[in-house]
């Protein structure tokens, strides 16, 4: 059905009308409008139009501009469809707003008691080495002591926290001891393990680095060597003074040496807001549940291992399936080829025998002698026992499937 309209008609049509409806109304699609008006130079209205209009909100309109080209002033509409009338068009859905989510309430923080730190007497046997080293051990020039063995983990702790540090130490590996978790101390790290399933942290103090600020003899120390025919490179290491000075902040601080998915806390020490002392039994509720993490990581690269070895283990069924049916082929090739070739030779052994020659009596005897184990081969009554030979049609198939998940199976 062919009708016009003029660019003024169809700016004012698709200005008060949705897209949608314009195009039920002209029985066209709403891309052949889109097209009609970009080929007319007719303004088409934005998404956030209509949605300003919806909103009761002012909406901007863009202008209406004539054009001197007659050609474009009038426009041809060859619908597909019927037209139908504006009053019988359907208003498009609009989609009902999502409800907005419910507010989360902050979770209140319960201030934690402070506890006042002291020195321990007799620390846990587990931290006597280590207590032991630390109380023993000078201090380098900045302070700091360093100590590390077979049973004491890398550790640099200022020498004025070193009974504090033994007391946090204390105080965290008796609190394991309660929730049933092993500590054992390594060359590297410390290490907690229930069961099978271990995390591995790192306990020390926090050490910061500020440059170094040099002194006037350090200064002259520096100019005679270079006048001596020194380096003048950064950071040479024959240089009178340090480039940096690492100054112990008393600040404790563990971290865990392990890689997580949950997005559980991994790292803990003083702050503003809360000693080390106050965040022991935190640490404790948080390593327990990263020992959970590391069971339900464990289990599932088991299971995954056990897929695994299922997939390979049917791969291995399938080839042994897909040789063995080569075989099954071979063998009823090679069973039609013996009944045709037992076949034709008694024929010939029938068609020979009223010669009366003694080199073709030989021959006879031979092809006889010949035909005898083939006949056995293809004879009905024996066909089964020379199938149970070639065991290629067990009644257990070894090479059937398995399931999929080894963990489904019955008995498992």
């Not at 919806?54 to 202008?63: D, E, L, M, T």
């Not at 290629?392 to 070894?398: I, N, Q, T």
Request: aromatic share 8%; charged share 30%.
């Amino acid at each position: 059905m062919t009708f016009h309209l003029t660019r003024r008609q169809l700016y004012d049509l698709i200005w008060s009308r949705a897209l949608p409806q314009v195009a039920q109304h002209l029985g066209i699609s709403e891309w052949q409008i889109r097209q009609i008006c970009e080929g007319h130079r007719v303004p088409l209205p934005a998404a956030a139009y209509w949605r300003d209009k919806a909103a009761g909100k002012r909406a901007k309109q863009a202008i209406f501009t004539s054009t001197a080209d007659a050609q474009l002033e009038l426009i041809t509409f060859s619908g597909t469809k019927p037209q139908v009338p504006l009053a019988a068009v359907e208003k498009p859905v609009v989609a009902a707003a999502k409800p907005a989510p419910p507010r989360r309430e902050p979770v209140a923080r319960v201030k934690a008691e402070p506890v006042i730190w002291q020195p321990v007497v007799k620390p846990h046997a587990l931290l006597l080495p280590l207590a032991k080293a630390l109380r023993s051990t000078k201090p380098d020039r900045t302070g700091v002591i360093q100590v590390g063995g077979e049973l004491i983990p890398l550790m640099s702790i200022a020498e004025g926290s070193v009974e504090r540090a033994i007391f946090v130490l204390n105080d965290l590996i008796k609190r394991l001891g309660a929730q049933g978790i092993a500590c054992t101390l390594s060359r590297r790290h410390f290490t907690i393990a229930r069961e099978q399933d271990k995390v591995d942290f790192k306990f020390t103090e926090k050490i910061a680095r500020r440059p170094h600020n040099p002194s006037l003899q350090e200064l002259q120390a520096e100019a005679l060597r270079i006048r001596r025919g020194g380096s003048t490179e950064s950071y040479y290491w024959n240089k009178a003074y340090p480039e940096f000075d690492f100054v112990p902040t008393g600040v404790l601080r563990l971290s865990i040496e392990q890689y997580g998915r949950e997005g559980r806390r991994r790292n803990w020490q003083d702050s503003s807001r809360a000693t080390f002392e106050t965040q022991v039994a935190e640490i404790v509720l948080t390593l327990s549940d990263w020992i959970d993490d590391a069971r339900k990581w464990r289990l599932e690269r088991e299971r995954d291992s056990r897929l695994w070895k299922r997939a390979d283990e049917n791969r291995r069924l399938a080839e042994q399936r897909r040789k063995r049916e080569d075989e099954r082929d071979a063998l009823i090739a090679e069973i039609v080829e013996l009944q045709a070739k037992a076949r034709d030779l008694r024929a010939w052994i029938d068609w020979a025998a009223p010669i009366d020659d003694p080199e073709t009596k030989r021959m006879l005897e031979w092809a006889r002698k010949r035909l005898a184990p083939i006949e056995r081969a293809v004879n009905p009554n024996r066909f089964g026992d020379w199938l149970r030979e070639k065991k290629l049609f067990p009644e257990v198939d070894p090479f059937a499937p398995l399931p999929d998940d080894p963990d489904l199976e019955t008995g498992a």
